[in-house]
Every structure is written in C-alpha cells, then in structure tokens.
C-alpha cells in the first residue's frame, strides 16, 4: 500500500537554527499538507499546498515557516530561526482530491525537539 | 473561529461498546471526521459525514447532527488494539482547513 513518508524520525536542534523537514507525498496525489502536535495537545492545522503554491494557512504559519516542492516528489518545511514551542511532532499528509477526506494519508511525522 | 469538543478519556471493557461524543461550533460547516491516533503515531483516518445521519464501517459507525453541531463515533465488540486516542475534527465553510479537537483517549480493558 503506498504510504506518505517522513525523514528523519527525530531531530534536536538549538534554539535559532534552521530545520528543514523532509516529507515524500504519495505520487499520484495532489495536495500536501503539514500539520503539528505539541506533546499532549491537539493536532494543529499549519499549511496547505496545491498547485506549486500555499492555498492556505494557519495564524501558526507565520514568516518562521516556509514550504517548498523543491522536485516532482519531496514536499518540505523549512523553520528559519526555531523556538523553544517549536518542538512539536510535525506530521506531513497528501491527498488526491481535497473533496474526498478519505484520500488524505498522515505520514509517521517528525519529533522536533529545540533545545 | 472553531471549537470542538470531546471528552478527555473514556474506558471501557473488550467486546463492549463505547459512544465518543463530539460537540462543535464553527464558522461554517463542510464536513466531521473522526479519526484514530496510537500513542507517538499519525492520524489514520475512520470516517467523514457531511450530511445528518449515520454511517457505519464495520465495528465503527458515525453519527452526525448540523442542527445541534453534534456527532458521535460508536466503536461495538471492543477489541485490545481499539485503545487509542480518537480525534473529531471539522472542515469549516470557508476553506478546507481541518480543525481537530483535542482527543478522546479510549483504554480498553480485558
């Protein structure tokens, strides 16, 4: 079965570097997206992607973050300058069709851990 | 803005049924999914009503009211690996953002 997949696993990094996290979408799917969960809290919505552009957005989303599809299959999120309550399990997430829930795949995310 | 809510835990016994109730506000309405997350894993996803009523997947079934902002996922003949957290989340009117709430834990018991 395909499968949405994330690189790496974990990270620690000091407070003010740059991350850039890696996600490999499904092929034939369309829409990418990122989202984060802070540990113990709720799954939070950050940025959707479509098209070579965002389509939309979170308030977390701020000038921090940024995202790319550098090449036909590796959808990135790059954080410029990270915080403390940046550290978060980051999970990337494809689907065919925005119209159709049941297409969307979480990938196994990334724990970030800032320092 | 959105606001979703649902209980913190819920326990019950291997083979017995479990209600996870879900109560919702939002700007805008296009959708309720619920979805099941195991401990330091992703969301996988369980099933979606955009229209009242329910709809059943095997063990799982979801309910979904508009006019009371209310839904429920039903888990029947309980199984051990059915321990999990279950997340509601909605789709509001205007975008196609999801907005979860903050998880229901479910421990099954033997």
């Known amino acids: 079965e395909p499968e949405v997949t994330q690189t790496p696993s974990h990270q620690v990094t000091q407070m003010g570097q740059e991350v850039i996290l890696r996600c490999v979408p499904i092929s034939n799917h369309l829409y990418f997206y990122w989202y984060r969960q802070i540990l113990g809290q709720k799954v939070e919505f950050l940025v959707s992607?479509?098209?070579?552009?965002?389509?939309?957005k979170s308030e977390i989303f701020d000038d921090q973050f940024s995202v790319e599809r550098p090449d036909g299959s590796n959808f990135t999120l790059k954080i410029r300058s990270t915080k403390l309550e940046d550290s978060a399990m980051y999970f990337c997430?494809?689907?065919?069709?925005?119209?159709?829930?049941?297409?969307?795949?979480f990938g196994p995310g990334t724990r970030l851990l800032v320092l | 803005g959105q606001n979703i809510d649902q209980p913190t835990e819920m326990t019950a016994t291997e083979g017995a049924i479990v209600q996870i109730n879900c109560t919702y506000q939002?700007?805008?309405?296009?959708?309720l999914f619920w979805y099941q997350q195991h401990a330091g894993e992703a969301p996988t996803f369980l099933s979606y009503?955009?229209?009242?009523g329910l709809e059943e997947k095997g063990r799982f079934s979801s309910f979904l009211s508009r006019s009371k902002g209310y839904s429920y996922l039903l888990l029947k003949e309980l199984q051990m690996k059915d321990s999990a957290s279950y997340l509601c989340a909605v789709r509001g009117g205007d975008d196609y953002k999801l907005s979860f709430g903050a998880g229901t834990t479910v421990t099954v018991r033997a």
């Open positions: 997430a494809s689907a065919i069709d925005r119209f159709r829930p049941e297409t969307q795949y």
């Open positions: 939002t700007s805008g309405f296009n959708g």
């Open positions: 009503n955009v229209l009242d």
């Open positions: 992607f479509y098209n070579n552009e965002i389509s939309e």
